[in-house]
């Protein structure tokens, strides 16, 4: 087996000035598991003088050759030829049926927050094939705000977590094991009341009510718990006779999630105090390629947010930057449709790159938000994403990104096709919070 300094050192000449570089490379090796040391399937780069030349798909030419015109032949064709790879080849192929499902309210506080904000929590309901899943709803609407622009937002842990509040319900899901803590309160991959408020850090309410907006939250794992096994969450309830997992070109756990986002939509719609609300759409890391996702798939979300995104998010997928596609499908192979897992080591050969994944959402105004030391999400690929998709916002008269080189760190663009790349790691901050609601004003208060 080939060792870490062997991979390092072999076939490069390094200077007293690259050791930053090898201190930053070994240990995100140490943290992301990643390298030939460690049994995972390659070392990745992280250099950008390593970037290879590479070649985006066009956006604007038609399957036949032709140049996009116009905005009828966008909505018309090539949206319709673009949407169809990434359902075949990439995130998979929802359901086309329905489901039973029901809501209801289970509880409501109108004092919440200091009197600031309702407070809701909402059951959704879906049966099936004699199944049953529930996905749990936590919303605070601020009281002085009618059908105020919301902010839907998938969370890693449980409701709870986001506030600590121990009228919350505790999820009773498969929860994830942070490595290396003992500080989530989750125990056997179940929560415990040690995780209340312990993500509160990326969930400023009392900032968000007080900036006349609202705040609804679910549960991931309620969806689909995240590991490769298809026996449980959302996709049995979908199975036809005789399946026990989704076909090649079905939807993986990011469609799933993506899916329950739309699902939640339907409650914000239902609730009185939100049916006309704005929606805006944000998600970290994974669940930042499921907003982007959902965003396409559905409509009536006004607004997605992507925060540090990365690979199969924003991140441009031929930059080999970061995280890769075969990295990516070796430790989740469970996220994307099988049929993705054939351009592992072949980016290049498939039909698609994220800035098409962004310009399927033209004309709504689409975030899309780096960390200067997140280079595990290739910032710059990320800005690239929303760079190159531009021109499908300009058949709208639209504003994207018009400069090839990303702006400076904590020098926010808010066009519509807004980005910024601030100081620090792989997290949400109040900075990132405040660019967010400063977009959707920007946008919402025209």
């Not at 309620?222 to 969450?233: A, Q």
């Not at 096709?417 to 025209?446: L, N, P």
């Amino acid at each position: 087996m080939k060792t870490l300094s062997t991979l390092l050192f072999r076939n490069r000449s390094y200077r007293y000035q690259d050791i930053p570089q090898l201190i930053y490379i070994i240990t995100v090796l140490s943290i992301f598991h990643v390298g030939y040391s460690f049994g995972q399937p390659e070392l990745f780069n992280v250099d950008e003088r390593l970037v290879e030349p590479y070649d985006l798909p066009e956006l604007l030419i038609l399957a036949n050759g032709q140049k996009v015109q116009n905005v009828a032949d966008w909505e018309h064709i090539r949206r319709h030829e673009i949407l169809d790879i990434f359902l075949e080849e990439v995130y998979g192929k929802l359901p086309l049926k329905d489901l039973q499902h029901t809501i209801e309210v289970v509880d409501r506080n109108e004092t919440a927050l200091n009197n600031t904000a309702i407070r809701q929590q909402w059951k959704l309901t879906f049966e099936s094939h004699g199944k049953q899943l529930d996905i749990e709803v936590l919303a605070y609407l601020p009281k002085s705000v009618t059908s105020p622009p919301v902010f839907l937002v998938p969370n890693f842990r449980g409701n709870q977590t986001i506030i600590n509040d121990p009228n919350i319900v505790i999820t009773s899901s498969w929860v994830r094991m942070r490595k290396n803590s003992d500080t989530s309160g989750v125990v056997d991959h179940k929560a415990t009341e040690a995780s209340r408020g312990t993500s509160s850090s990326r969930f400023p309410l009392e900032k968000i009510i007080a900036n006349g907006f609202g705040l609804y939250t679910f549960y991931y794992g309620d969806v689909d718990p995240d590991f490769n096994d298809f026996s449980n969450g959302i996709h049995p309830l979908f199975y036809e006779q005789g399946e026990d997992k989704p076909k090649s070109d079905a939807w993986g756990a990011i469609s799933a999630w993506a899916w329950g986002i739309t699902k939640v939509i339907d409650v914000i719609e239902y609730n009185p105090l939100s049916t006309d609300s704005k929606i805006i759409v944000m998600g970290h890391s994974r669940l930042g390629k499921a907003a982007l996702w959902s965003g396409v798939i559905d409509d009536r979300i006004d607004m997605a947010i992507s925060n540090n995104s990365g690979c199969m998010g924003a991140a441009i997928l031929r930059r080999r930057f970061g995280e890769t596609v075969k990295i990516i499908n070796t430790r989740f192979p469970h996220w994307f449709a099988d049929n993705f897992k054939k351009y592992n080591d072949n980016e290049k050969e498939l039909p698609v790159d994220q800035h098409m994944l962004i310009a399927l959402m033209a004309p709504r105004p689409v975030y899309i938000a780096s960390a200067e030391e997140d280079r595990w999400a290739d910032p710059k690929g990320e800005y690239l994403a929303g760079y190159y998709a531009s021109p499908a916002y300009k058949l709208y008269g639209e504003k994207g990104l018009s400069n090839p080189e990303p702006p400076a760190v904590n020098v926010p663009i808010h066009q519509t096709i807004g980005y910024h790349m601030r100081t620090g790691k792989h997290d949400v901050t109040d900075y990132d919070w405040e660019q967010y609601m400063k977009f959707a004003r920007t946008h919402f208060d025209k």
